[in-house]
């Protein structure tokens, strides 16, 4: 009933820029802590950034510094901006949020994802 849907991901030139949105819809109550995650062919998936419903950030560290998450709750709305990137940000980038439905349950939401490409 709850989704999470992911959008702007492309393809960018090294040293360039992309703005990655997900919006939650649904029966909900509240949206809680969100996040980006991400996943490139042979690896694991690893934590990029999270942000509380208070507005207090977490970044891993090779991104920190260069990508910015923000949110507007009364979107439900989580965003990422990406400056600066570099080919080895090639990735799947999955949005993820823990949020409570109308009767009050509460959790792990991910969307389908979306595909971030940094080539020449």
């Known amino acids: 009933q709850v989704q999470l849907v992911e959008s702007g991901g492309g393809v960018v030139q090294p040293g360039g820029s992309l703005r990655l949105s997900c919006a939650a819809s649904?029966?909900?109550?509240?949206?809680?802590?969100m996040g980006w995650y991400r996943q490139a062919p042979g690896k694991q998936r690893e934590l990029v950034a999270t942000?509380?419903?208070?507005?207090?950030?977490k970044y891993e560290v090779s991104v920190k510094g260069r990508f910015t998450i923000s949110r507007d709750n009364a979107k439900n709305t989580v965003y990422l901006q990406m400056n600066s990137l570099k080919p080895e940000d090639t990735a799947v980038y999955y949005c993820?949020?823990?949020?409570?439905?109308?009767?009050?349950?509460?959790?792990?939401?991910w969307g389908k994802g979306t595909l971030v490409t940094v080539s020449p």
């Open positions: 649904g029966s909900i109550f509240s949206v809680n802590t």
């Open positions: 942000i509380t419903s208070g507005g207090f950030t």
């Open positions: 993820n949020g823990y949020i409570e439905d109308v009767y009050y349950y509460g959790m792990d939401y």
